[in-house]
């Protein structure tokens, strides 16, 4: 006699839950309900965004079993307090960029995952068929790529950027680089906090280009670029140097050589301020920081670290006086001195 399985007892994957999210961002599912300003029907919706009817109907439940939408008299559908505040692209917390990114390039990463665990390296090649000699060069395969990579990252300093700038008193440091800092919003954060400030963001020229094209007005004078490669090119001397999301990228031996690189740049006095995500001394956790470790070896060459681990760096380069501040969110923040 056969035995049936209990559905009930086998979940689907979180995995399933994200592609959810990430069609329904991608169909524009939230947008068009933004604009409406009314509950539509889930055929008014699929024809507004050319979908069929049928599958339609079963991605607008699946969002509601989510608590991405509210449905009301059965058959029509709104947004919640959460899709509006972080999957609609006008909202300022928007996280649509990151959604398509996760979509688009994470996503495919993680199919190989298990050959990431067996060569202990990132899965460029197999995934899309460019060779992750160059690491950024993988990265910003294309403009449309490096793009999305950069519109992400500034969604993300929308919700974490403020807190993670708060974290120490930076008044002192008038004279900032922000090495890798991509489209600019951590810099936003920072002369906004700290309004007697200057940012220099520091970046590769294609980046430098799409940052002031696209991302920071020219009328904002606190906020300059210089174009370069951290690991070739001169570090101009600073008060501060900020590497957000920076280390986590690279092994042990290129971050000891860039913050070593930093030290000798740095003005006396001056610090640099680390910004990554955490994992707990005792590995327990937490779970996002343990999966974007792994998030690292498939995309990248680095991975997340304990704060002893970044502190340890941070002496070997020559910093002092190693503060470690969590935040409450998924960034922290680690000062050294000079």
Not at 48 to 67: I, K, Q, Y
Not at 104 to 127: F, M, S
Not at 149 to 172: E, R
Not at 178 to 204: F, M, Q, R, W
Request: net charge negative.
């Amino acid at each position: 006699m056969g035995h049936s399985v209990d559905q009930s007892q086998v979940p689907l994957p979180y995995i399933v839950c994200f592609q959810v999210m990430f069609t329904a961002c991608e169909l524009g599912v939230f947008d068009l309900l933004l604009e409406s300003e009314e509950p539509l029907s889930s055929d008014a919706i699929a024809e507004r965004l050319g979908a069929s009817t049928n599958g339609m109907e079963r991605l607008l439940d699946a969002c509601v079993g989510l608590r991405l939408l509210g449905v009301e008299i059965k058959t029509f559908y709104r947004n919640t307090e959460i899709s509006k505040l972080y999957l609609t692209k006008s909202s300022p917390k928007s996280q649509y960029h990151n959604m398509m990114y996760y979509s688009k390039t994470i996503y495919l990463c993680w199919h190989y995952l298990t050959e990431a665990v067996r060569d202990g390296r990132n899965q460029y090649e197999q995934a899309f068929g460019v060779s992750s000699k160059d690491l950024f060069e993988a990265l910003y395969r294309s403009e449309e790529e490096m793009i999305k990579f950069m519109y992400g990252l500034n969604a993300i300093w929308s919700i974490c950027g403020k807190d993670v700038i708060a974290a120490f008193d930076l008044s002192p440091f008038t004279l900032i680089y922000d090495l890798g800092g991509g489209a600019g919003g951590l810099a936003k954060e920072c002369i906004s906090l700290y309004p007697n400030s200057t940012v220099t963001i520091y970046d590769l020229p294609k980046v430098v280009q799409v940052a002031k094209e696209s991302f920071i007005p020219p009328e904002e004078h606190r906020i300059t670029f210089q174009e370069g490669d951290f690991f070739k090119d001169p570090v101009p001397e600073a008060d501060l140097y900020i590497l957000a999301r920076v280390l986590h990228d690279w092994a042990d031996d290129k971050c000891l050589q860039l913050l070593t690189k930093v030290y000798k740049s740095c003005k006396p006095g001056g610090g640099v301020l680390v910004v990554e995500t955490l994992l707990n001394e005792d590995k327990t956790g937490p779970l996002e920081t343990q999966l974007y470790s792994l998030n690292m070896l498939v995309q990248a060459e680095g991975k997340e670290r304990m704060p002893t681990e970044y502190s340890k760096l941070l002496i070997a380069a020559g910093f002092r006086e190693i503060q470690v501040k969590k935040t409450g969110k998924i960034y922290d923040a680690i000062l050294g001195r000079k």
